[in-house]
């Protein structure tokens, strides 16, 4: 089985300061990892991925994310948070192995709000 | 990355009555998925639209409540039969792209009075 935690149901900072969004997983074998973002009122939006090769990740609107096999961990991180990065934030696994199955399981999501 | 297009964005339904909702990508894509998002809820996969054939369904979900078509490559159906208020949520049309990541749509959100 697999499944992903998401230990704080809301982070909130102000702006200018570095935003951290916490996530762990379970899986069997290499992970997939994923980070989606849901503004109000819209579908998922694609932030970033690990599959393989360097722990740090860049992805979308200067996030980034660290793979740590030993934590079993892949934070999502941001140095500088804007208003604009206020927004619910779901990390997804799916197993490596599983190469045709694309079926990701989510965590329960983080509300992120950055005050002005 | 594909754009997806969901209709309708969102509706609001009497109790008993059926809702399909449409999704259309603009380019084949192989894997075609269907989420629900309740409210204040993450994601749960309802089901993987296979093209011409009969949908697999997850635990918890079945073809009667919810069936599902996917006559071509770039096109999908939802519907939601015989609604109750416990059928309000976001549903979501995804696809998988030739890079491996998962893509979604806006979401059609479904309200059932």
């Known amino acids: 089985a697999q499944s992903v935690a998401q230990p704080e149901d809301q982070v909130n900072v102000a702006e200018g300061n570095p935003l951290t969004v916490k996530c762990t997983y379970s899986?069997?074998?290499?992970?997939?990892l994923f980070w989606y973002v849901q503004y109000p009122n819209r579908g998922l939006q694609f932030l970033l991925k690990?599959?393989?090769?360097?722990?740090l990740v860049k992805g979308s609107y200067g996030f980034e994310a660290e793979f740590n096999k030993s934590q079993t961990s892949f934070h999502l991180k941001k140095p500088s948070a804007l208003v604009s990065d206020s927004a619910l934030y779901f990390c997804?696994?799916?197993?490596?192995?599983?190469?045709?199955?694309?079926?990701?399981?989510f965590g329960a999501g983080t509300t992120v709000t950055v005050r002005a | 990355s594909a754009v997806i297009s969901q209709k309708p964005s969102r509706d609001i339904c009497q109790r008993g009555t059926s809702l399909t909702i449409q999704c259309q990508v603009d380019?084949?894509?192989?894997?075609m998925f269907w989420y629900r998002q309740q409210p204040g809820q993450s994601l749960t996969l309802i089901a993987t639209?296979?093209?011409?054939?009969?949908?697999?369904?997850e635990s918890g979900f079945v073809i009667d409540k919810f069936p599902i078509s996917r006559p071509n490559l770039t096109f999908s159906t939802l519907t939601v039969s015989n609604m109750s208020p416990e059928d309000s949520s976001i549903y979501l049309c995804?696809?998988?792209?030739?890079?491996?990541?998962?893509?979604f749509g806006e979401g059609s959100r479904l309200t059932v009075l």
């Open positions: 997804a696994v799916r197993a490596s192995y599983r190469s045709n199955d694309y079926k990701l399981s």
């Open positions: 899986v069997s074998g290499n992970p997939y």
């Open positions: 995804s696809v998988v792209t030739n890079t491996g990541e998962l893509f």
């Open positions: 690990y599959i393989t090769g360097d722990n």
């Open positions: 380019s084949q894509v192989t894997m």
């Open positions: 639209a296979n093209q011409g054939s009969e949908a697999t369904y």
